[in-house]
């Protein structure tokens, strides 16, 4: 089975939370939301940032999937827990 390909907006986002604690906090309050409600919130962030970058715009409307979230979600989480361990 080839290697899944992981879109690169998909990786930005994910660096960039890894990165930020303000963006990180941010991002694992979403995942107290309903599916519904996440994902509303998520339309709206694409839609305001649509034209300004059109690469997150599109990575915001497809982490309204609920199981690309969850897969974003845990790669952010393995990757900071990565990162505490090696300080």
Do not use: N
Request: without cysteine.
């Amino acid at each position: 089975m080839p290697p899944l390909e992981i879109p690169e907006g998909f990786i930005r986002f994910t660096h960039a939370v890894v990165k930020s604690a303000t963006l990180r906090e941010w991002f694992y309050k979403l995942e107290a939301l309903s599916e519904r409600d996440r994902g509303a919130w998520l339309l709206d962030m694409a839609r305001h940032i649509r034209g300004e970058d059109e690469d997150l715009a599109v990575t915001a409307f497809k982490l309204r999937d609920p199981k690309i979230y969850r897969a974003v979600l845990a790669a952010v989480r393995e990757r900071v827990r990565h990162i505490d361990r090696a300080i």
